[in-house]
């Protein structure tokens, strides 16, 4: 399954994106799923992307 540059400017924040940029983002994303507690990535890892939770919920906690 994957998202379609309508999908991504459906989504409030993406509403202003040309149509040409939202098809390059949903030409290049990968829909997931993460199981509770799983995590999206850790402080200093080297970014691969961007994240955008289409449903659910992310807990940010920071290393000390």
Do not use: H, K, W
Not at 14 to 38: D, V
């Amino acid at each position: 399954m994957s998202m379609t540059a309508d999908g991504l400017r459906a989504l409030e924040c993406f509403q202003s994106l040309p149509q040409s940029a939202a098809a390059a983002l949903a030409r290049n994303g990968r829909l997931r799923s993460y199981t509770a507690r799983e995590a999206l990535f850790r402080e200093g890892d080297a970014a691969s992307g961007i994240f955008i939770v289409l449903a659910g919920e992310v807990r940010v906690v920071r290393a000390s």
